[in-house]
């Protein structure tokens, strides 16, 4: 069983950055892909970005590429999601996900997670 904890969330202002933390823990974080997605007030929850077991493979849904960054460190068996240029339409509760479909398939079927968190909230506003 694989147990994760997000962190890192809260009011920032337009244009602001983020930084997430997801720790995983009950067994090894290599063992999965990786992902973030989010939920916004009203709307279904949508993949954002996923990452492979080797961290050189990464998916970013289109709404947030060039602007957020996930990355893993194994040793530490935390996830991370870098967010910069941050709009209003990314508030939202962001849940970490594990799974082991490749990322591309899992950020559109969620019912393929293995393994959720329970989610940080992010809201951009002035």
């Known amino acids: 069983q694989l147990q994760l904890v997000e962190s890192g969330g809260g009011l920032v202002q337009p244009g602001g950055s983020l930084r997430l933390a997801c720790a995983a823990s009950g067994s090894p974080m290599i063992d999965y892909i990786m992902c973030w997605f989010r939920q916004a007030p009203g709307k279904e929850r949508e993949g954002v970005s996923c990452?492979?077991?080797?961290?050189?493979?990464?998916n970013d849904a289109d709404p947030v590429k060039g602007r957020f960054t996930i990355a893993r460190d194994d040793r530490k068996n935390i996830l991370y999601l870098h967010m910069n240029t941050l709009k209003p339409e990314d508030t939202a509760v962001y849940y970490c996900?594990?799974?082991?479909?490749?990322?591309?398939?899992?950020?559109?079927?969620?019912?393929?997670?293995?393994?959720w968190g329970i989610g940080t909230l992010v809201t951009v506003s002035s």
């Open positions: 996900a594990a799974g082991q479909l490749p990322g591309a398939a899992m950020m559109k079927l969620s019912s393929a997670v293995s393994y």
């Open positions: 990452i492979d077991r080797t961290g050189l493979t990464r």
